[in-house]
């Protein structure tokens, strides 16, 4: 055999184990939609050319040729110049099908990718228990899990906390959670059999960090190596699926799983990425299940990621009237703003950000709420400050020391949208608590518990006419209570400025007071209708109660 074949396929079995160990570190989704698998290809179809080329451009070089180019080197070696088709034609269809897939030629269906609706701010968004309030942001939450691990030392010389602090809603609290990972390949080496002893859960509202300790250790990590790193055994058990970001979450158990949502490209090649099913791994055992989108269990909190939903709506909001207007002119832009927060309704957890215009005023012009596990969009058009504003003038309340604003949340006081935000030190530690009201941001209350600044809000709300005297507290919101029937009686009346109606339901002593201001529907109601009443009962004195209606269905 000559020397220049032996080369050849000497280079060739070289290109090919490259092949195998990138591909094995790489792990590219073995489907067509994925980016990945295309880099992959042209990387290997490149390495092949030059594999193949490379006798004959040594040749070249020994023979001192003044003019090597790719057409003399093709003439001379067709195995190269088969493999430089093949990494060309790779690339153009890697860049069209990248082209074909874009908002540019599809932004009617980027559009489509989400459908919203119109939210009611008081019935969706109800008072919320402290205990409810995430109190800490992911920061926060990392410097305290880092002091908590601390503290385990039969754990600390040979584990860290991963940085992963997914935020779930844990037995109706707001937790984020985080497993332990190997301090290095030595200690990995030493612990492997055993896996990962613990995972570390910090409560959101009362800041508690516990470390969790398992009967068994988790065997399956992103610190894992070889076989049972999870990314590995997730493409060596569905070598065609394009995963998204993978979340560790516990069940109502407080059993460790890894969610792995699973990719689908609905606009051509590499466009439209939604979410088609989630496969579920047992951390512990390895065991995996594939679930279709609409059948992930209802403890799972993470399917679509934050920065996927909020992508979405900055699609709907920027090409409303095209690819061109969104660059040029881009008359009815909106986009999200400039960063996201989480609130915990009905047991999921939905995705909170501010919608304002693309011009980049400081103002919102309302926010929406995505919800994490089923991608359900609400939009409230309330108009007001954006929360780096807001985030400023609590920063400005408290400036003497030195605080610095978490980014907000969104919550309900006495009907009022408000930001709630927590004030840091220096060491990233919470010591203060702000709440500013969305439309009129300069009314700031701070405090050194969540209890004393929203009594101080609600003064500041009744001070400045904006909520009437006696509105209900958020304890009293918690206890809202269902009734239906039929009015019998309704009469109007005006108290401190506000339209109001008064109700007798048939059969029924009780009368409801409707503020109309907060219920306009109100207003269609007649005797005889049917109706659906949210109340609150409040005594205002010994022999007297008032019930006051939240909400009119």
Avoid at 3 to 14: D, E, G, N
Avoid at 62 to 67: C, D, F, I, Y
Avoid at 258 to 277: A, E, Q, R
Wanted: some cysteine; charged content about 20%; glycine content about 8%.
């Amino acid at each position: 055999m000559k020397k220049s074949t032996m080369a050849k396929i000497l280079c060739i079995i070289v290109v090919v184990i490259f092949g195998f160990i990138y591909y094995y570190n790489a792990l590219p989704a073995i489907n067509i939609h994925s980016p990945g698998l295309w880099g992959f290809m042209i990387i290997l179809s490149a390495a092949f050319t030059l594999a193949s080329g490379f006798s004959s451009l040594k040749k070249m070089f020994q023979e001192k040729s003044k003019h090597i180019s790719v057409v003399k080197l093709s003439k001379s070696n067709r195995l190269f110049g088969f493999f430089v088709l093949v990494t060309v034609i790779l690339v153009v269809v890697y860049g069209i099908g990248s082209f074909l897939s874009s908002p540019i030629i599809n932004a009617k269906k980027y559009r489509e990718l989400i459908n919203i609706a119109d939210g009611d701010f008081n019935s969706d968004i109800e008072q919320i228990s402290y205990d409810e309030i995430p109190l800490l942001d992911k920061n926060s939450a990392e410097i305290i899990g880092g002091r908590k691990m601390g503290t385990m030392v039969d754990y600390v010389s040979q584990f860290e906390v991963a940085s992963d602090y997914t935020q779930i809603n844990y037995q109706g609290k707001p937790v984020r959670v985080t497993p332990l990972e190997y301090g290095n390949l030595l200690k990995w080496f030493t612990n492997r059999s055993e896996g990962i002893p613990a995972y570390i859960s910090i409560d959101m509202a009362t800041q508690n960090a516990d470390c969790i300790k398992l009967d068994e250790g988790i065997k399956y990590s992103k610190t894992e190596h070889f076989g049972r790193l999870i990314y590995r055994y997730l493409r060596f058990n569905y070598p065609t699926y394009i995963f998204d970001n993978i979340n560790m979450e516990i069940d109502e158990t407080g059993t460790p799983y890894w969610i792995c949502p699973v990719k689908d490209y609905t606009i051509g090649l590499f466009g439209g990425v939604t979410i088609s099913n989630v496969v579920i791994v047992n951390a512990v055992t390895g065991e995996h299940t594939d679930y279709d989108i609409n059948e992930v269990p209802e403890w799972v909190d993470h399917v679509y990621s934050a920065d996927l939903l909020i992508s979405y709506y900055d699609y709907y909001g920027t090409l409303q009237h095209g690819y061109l207007n969104s660059i040029l002119s881009q008359k009815g832009c909106l986009r999200t703003t400039a960063g996201y927060n989480y609130i915990a309704l009905d047991d999921d957890v939905w995705v909170y950000t501010g919608v304002t215009s693309v011009g980049g005023d400081e103002s919102n012009v309302g926010f929406v709420l995505m919800n994490q596990r089923t991608a359900e969009t609400k939009y409230y058009q309330i108009a007001g400050a954006e929360e780096f504003s807001a985030m400023s003038s609590a920063e400005g309340k408290v400036q003497n020391l030195g605080y610095k604003a978490t980014f907000p949340l969104l919550l309900n006081i006495s009907g009022e949208p408000t930001y709630f935000i927590s004030l840091k030190d220096s060491a990233g530690l919470v010591k203060m608590y702000a709440m500013v009201n969305i439309q009129k941001y300069t009314l700031v209350a701070t405090s050194n518990t969540v209890e004393d600044c929203e009594k101080q809000y609600r003064e500041m709300l009744v001070s400045n006419k904006i909520i009437a005297d006696g509105a209900p507290t958020k304890e009293e919101y918690a206890d809202t209570k269902t009734v239906t029937g039929t009015i019998e009686k309704i009469a109007q009346a005006v108290t401190d400025g506000n339209s109001h109606f008064y109700i007798v339901l048939s059969g029924m002593s009780e009368i409801y007071d409707v503020n109309v201001s907060d219920n306009i529907g109100i207003v269609l109601k007649d005797v005889g209708d049917s109706v659906t009443f949210e109340y609150i009962e409040q005594s205002v004195s010994e022999n007297e109660t008032v019930y006051k209606v939240t909400n009119v269905k």
